[in-house]
């Protein structure tokens, strides 16, 4: 028997609406566990669908660490100004802000990156993998699971989530339109770091900000 107290729970674990939710612990006979992944499958194959679909409102947002030393501002487009109005689109929006300065990402996808930068960098790892000693018949193999680590630590979409090391960002964010209804597009963003390409001592503020995440 499905009881109030259960479809509340089950509403509080993955923000679905209530009949959502009744439905969902009928169909599995009242499991918890069954019901939150029923709900998460349905939801990320809708998030899937909306992902065409024009987004073109949203918000800019900044995040400033340590007193002006890190600055972040990042676009991220929803489809409506009534869903980024949000506090759930608001807290999204600062995750990923968050993200660029802890994880410092030079592109939101690999499709962003030069060719010229992907060739060159499989160029050093080709020698790195033949002054190791590795059998040139198993070099090129090696290039290219070394370029998709590479591509996971400059795109911003690939990086393991700074809450969450089990899902990406992409992923994280896919389980947000999931949940918000609309489709979410990070278009675009900047990273200043204080006397960055300068002479300095080095500082390592992307740990200070995981610190800050973290308390």
Known sequence: MVTAAMVKELRERTGAGMMECKKALAHTDGDMEKAVAYLRERGLAAAAKKASRVAAEGLVEAYIHGGGRIGVLVEVNCETDFVAKTDDYKALCKDIAMQIAAAKPEYVRREEVPTEQIEKEKEILRNQALNEGKPAKIVDKMVEGRVE????????????????????????ITEAVAKIGENINVRRFVRFELGEGLAKRQDDFASEVMAEINK
């Open 149 to 172: 680590k590479f591509y996971k630590e400059i795109c911003l979409l690939e990086q393991p989530f700074i809450k969450n090391p089990d899902v990406t960002v992409q992923q994280m």
